[in-house]
């Protein structure tokens, strides 16, 4: 085989493989512990600053975070630690990888300091522990509990699969 055809056999090996999406997101808190939520304009309910990962740019789930977070709620800084992965399968959809990063505690200056991005979010809140069922339902609470699960007992990252964990 010439390179040419071998680069087309490989081309078409990738292309019959299964697909699976990846999104990133930080969980940011005030000093009070409260979780900061978005409300996205294209969609029910409420959600973290995040996103996609754009791999085919080269993005990692750290940097799509990052990126993410500085788009849709103007704050770009760096991320703590990966505190929770999660394996979603979806229904209509190919699966979901989502990671979530510890967006650390934000101060009143940084909190004011918070500018949307209308063209993708209406809104953004600060919202206590024993009230995110309200606003977060499926695995993305479940993946919200476990990540503040992790930052309370200083444990690992957690592993998930569709918000719960696996062990």
Do not use: C, K
Not at 86 to 110: K, T
């Amino acid at each position: 085989m010439t390179t040419t055809q071998d680069a087309q056999v490989f081309a078409a090996y990738l292309a019959s493989l299964p697909r699976v999406l990846a999104g990133a997101a930080a969980l940011f808190r005030d000093e009070e512990g409260r979780v900061l939520l978005v409300e996205p304009n294209y969609r029910e309910g409420w959600a973290l600053p995040g996103g996609t990962i754009e791999s085919d740019n080269g993005e990692s789930p750290r940097e799509g975070a990052r990126r993410e977070t500085a788009e849709e709620i103007g704050l770009d800084r760096e991320l703590g630690r990966l505190l929770a992965v999660d394996w979603v399968q979806g229904e209509g959809r190919p699966p979901l990888v989502a990671y979530l990063y510890d967006g650390g505690v934000l101060g009143a200056d940084e909190l004011a300091a918070i500018r949307l991005q209308e063209s993708e979010l209406l809104s953004w809140r600060l919202v206590p522990r024993e009230d995110l069922a309200e606003y977060l339902q499926g695995s993305l609470g479940r993946r919200v509990s476990a990540a503040l699960d992790v930052l309370a007992d200083g444990s690992g990252t957690a592993e998930l699969e569709d918000g719960r964990r696996v062990h």
